[in-house]
């Protein structure tokens, strides 16, 4: 089992980004999968939640209205639209399969600065 993130960068404070989540050895369309990230000092934290088929999602607060996260099945992919980023949403961003045994990508660092 593998996942593997891409898309981050640096990019200014109003823009967007487009993350991608690319899964390996496994079927996404039989689990829910999530979107975390952890900036310096601070602990890991959840920003976006999707089920099995997308048709429920779930976001804190601090990234509501701004991020959505959604898969694409056929292509085992699950991506993190981010909009009107701002510079507290710096961090490494993970995907995480969700299940009895959870498994983490490498994390891409997004980095909002002017």
């Known amino acids: 089992v593998q996942l593997v993130e891409s898309g981050g960068g640096l990019v200014q404070p109003g823009g967007s980004l487009r993350l991608s989540c690319a899964a390996f050895?496994?079927?996404?369309?039989?689990?829910?999968m999530s979107w975390y990230r952890q900036a310096p000092g601070k602990e890991r934290e959840l920003v976006a939640y999707?089920?099995?088929?997308?048709?429920?999602?779930n976001y804190p607060d601090s990234v509501k209205g701004r991020f959505t996260i959604s898969r694409d099945n056929a292509k085992n992919t699950v991506y993190l639209q981010m909009n009107s980023l701002k510079p507290e949403d710096t961090a490494v961003y993970y995907c995480?399969?969700?299940?009895?045994?959870?498994?983490w990508g490498q994390g891409t660092q997004v980095t909002v600065s002017s």
């Open positions: 050895g496994f079927t996404t369309s039989s689990y829910d």
């Open positions: 999707i089920t099995t088929t997308g048709g429920r999602t």
């Open positions: 995480r399969r969700n299940g009895l045994i959870d498994y």
